[in-house]
């Protein structure tokens, strides 16, 4: 089991800034990589941002890339997702997410083992 808790979600008006922080704890040295995906209501759930831990790679969606920047803190066990310039579009619930593998798929929600519970994240126009 690696427990995965989100937190930092909110309300903020559109052009404002959010940073989510996913906490892990337990078998952490056998996480490949680590994701972010999102869920609007009545949408499937999106893959936003991931990175690799082996190389630091980084991957995002197109809609973030450029405005969200994916990041780990290794003193804290943490990965962090930086939101900036934030759009109404951008609402949903946040997820992250956990794999055990060197995955190349790392846009694919089912290529994640472990999930956190999500953060809800609303942007007012």
């Known amino acids: 089991q690696v427990p995965l808790v989100e937190s930092g979600g909110g309300l903020v008006q559109a052009g404002g800034s959010l940073r989510l922080s996913c906490a892990t704890s337990g078998r952490t040295f056998n996480i490949y990589v680590m994701g972010w995906f999102r869920q609007a209501p009545g949408k499937e759930r999106e893959f936003v941002a991931a990175l690799r831990r082996s190389t630091g790679s980084t991957y995002y969606a197109d809609s973030v890339k450029g405005r969200f920047t994916i990041s780990r803190d290794n003193a804290k066990n943490t990965v962090e997702l930086q939101m900036n310039s934030l759009k109404p579009e951008d609402t949903a619930v946040y997820y992250c997410?956990?794999?055990?593998?060197?995955?190349?798929?790392?846009?694919?929600?089912?290529?994640?083992?472990?999930w956190g519970q999500g953060t809800q994240v609303t942007i007012s126009s």
């Open positions: 997410a956990a794999a055990f593998s060197n995955i190349v798929d790392y846009w694919r929600p089912s290529s994640y083992a472990y």
